[in-house]
């Protein structure tokens, strides 16, 4: 799955009520980053992309698309270092719902 791929699963996952206000930022390390903006209408996700994100995911793209497909629990990645988080946990919370349902 590419980059445009993911932020487009991203964006239409994130898109359902109740919207996420927020940005976050999807870091895989050497495969690129992922900004998802919901404080704009519509809400974007774009691969590459920079801001102020208010919660940043750190993990391996391959990590992330177990997330997606329901292989990987973000749970077990995150007790086992495979996942890294910075700001609010509480986005971190909204988002993990989020993407177990992608």
């Given at each position: 799955m590419t980059l445009d791929e993911i932020a487009e699963r991203i964006r239409a996952k994130f898109e359902a009520a109740p919207k996420i206000e927020a940005m976050v930022?999807?870091?895989f390390e050497e495969d690129g980053t992922i900004l998802y903006n919901g404080t704009v209408s519509p809400a974007t996700a774009t691969a590459g992309g920079i801001g102020e994100a208010k919660t940043t995911l750190r993990c391996t793209r391959e990590t992330f698309?177990?997330?997606m497909n329901g292989t990987k629990s973000p749970d077990i990645a995150y007790m086992m270092g495979q996942?890294?988080?910075e700001g609010s946990i509480g986005l971190a919370m909204v988002l993990k719902e989020r993407l177990e349902d992608a």
């Open positions: 930022m999807f870091d698309e177990g997330f996942l890294k988080i």
